[in-house]
């Protein structure tokens, strides 16, 4: 079976400053990988996924995130945060014709 | 054209009434499913249609009835329902074949208020 774990349940961080959004997953089978965004009162948008190939893989906003199959981790990054980023921030693994999310990550950008 | 589209963005309905979510995708995807989402929740998965036949139903109450008229098109339909299924029902489409498949892409939602 398949399930993710998203670390944090809260980040909260100053503006301009670095960020890492943390998730590990566990599956059996071949892990297609992905990080959502929901802002308030809006449905999810993808945000970057892995299927194959790099490891890391970006978006373009700025974030990025490195699949490490040894540690079972896909950790979600930005340099520098901006205030629009705050939202809710979803890692999830496709598998079988569903997706399996982690139960989600606040990120809370201060002025 | 590359995104899903819902209707209504709210609904208000009593507990007797039927009405119906409606979702829409002209990508050429041929996945389509169903999410109902709580707040402070990740989505949890109600339906999916491939090739407009019902794959998956995740033991979900008959008062939610899914129907999908074609391709491009995913109805759900809404009878005697309960204020706990209050919620923001989420619709996302996937691309045919290969690994492309794996990959869901969400509309705006339906927030649905269950009086």
């Known amino acids: 079976a398949q399930s993710v774990t998203q670390l944090d349940s809260q980040v909260p961080v100053f503006e301009e400053a670095p960020v890492e959004l943390r998730c590990n997953y566990s599956?059996?089978?071949?892990?297609?990988l992905f990080w959502y965004v929901q802002y308030p009162n809006q449905g999810l948008q993808l945000l970057l996924k892995?299927?194959?190939?790099?490891?890391l893989v970006e978006s373009i906003n700025g974030f990025e995130a490195e699949f490490n199959k040894s540690q079972t981790s896909f950790h979600l990054r930005k340099p520098s945060v901006h205030i629009s980023d705050t939202a809710e921030y979803f890692c999830?693994?496709?598998?079988?014709?569903?997706?399996?999310f982690g139960q989600g990550t606040t990120l809370q950008v201060k002025p | 054209d590359t995104e899903v589209t819902q209707t209504p963005k709210h609904l208000v309905m009593g507990m007797t009434n039927k009405k119906s979510l409606k979702c829409e995708q002209h990508?050429?995807?041929?996945?389509m499913y169903w999410y109902k989402q709580k707040a402070k929740k990740p989505p949890e998965l109600m339906f999916v249609?491939?090739?407009?036949?019902?794959?998956i139903n995740e033991s979900v109450p008959s008062r939610f009835s899914p129907e999908c008229p074609n391709s491009s098109l995913l109805n759900l339909h809404l009878h005697a329902l309960q204020p706990e299924d209050s919620a923001l029902y989420l619709c996302?489409?996937?691309?045919?074949?290969?690994?492309?498949?794996?990959?869901?892409?969400f509309g705006p939602g339906t927030r649905l208020l269950v009086l």
């Open positions: 999830a693994v496709s598998g079988g014709g569903k997706l399996i």
């Open positions: 599956s059996s089978v071949s892990v297609y």
């Open positions: 249609y491939s090739y407009e036949k019902l794959s």
């Open positions: 892995y299927l194959s190939g790099s490891t």
């Open positions: 990508m050429g995807h041929r996945a």
């Open positions: 996302a489409s996937s691309p045919p074949g290969g690994l492309y498949q794996e990959t869901q892409y």
